[in-house]
């Protein structure tokens, strides 16, 4: 087989839109579960009559877990296309 027909070469502007693409994911990644709190924390708040206790409680552990996801994300991403370009070499 030709190698040159089974993948192409992966040019500078596609190696920049897939760093814009892992940036994305990974702000969508934080975003999603701190807007999640938000939204649990204001549903309590009105529940129990609190200031805004449990909004500010959940944004903060939203805000974690999107940390932790992001980090496990693209340390698997990252770690799977550092193999692959070992691979083309």
């Known amino acids: 087989m030709n ?12 190696e920049r839109i897939w760093i814009l693409a892992v ?5 969508f990644l934080i975003a999603f579960p701190v807007i ?11 529940q129990l009559n609190t200031i805004i206790l449990f909004t500010i409680l959940l944004a903060t552990a ?9 980090y496990r994300w693209v340390k698997t991403t990252v770690y799977k296309r550092l193999q692959k370009q070992k691979k083309e070499e």
């Not at 940036?23 to 702000?27: L, S």
């Open 23 to 27: 940036a994305g994911q990974a702000g």
């Open 3 to 14: 190698k040159e027909f089974e993948e192409p070469i992966q040019t500078k502007w596609q």
């Open 62 to 70: 939203g805000f974690g877990a999107g940390a932790f996801l992001v």
């Open 36 to 46: 999640v709190g938000v939204g649990v924390g204001i549903m309590l708040d009105r």
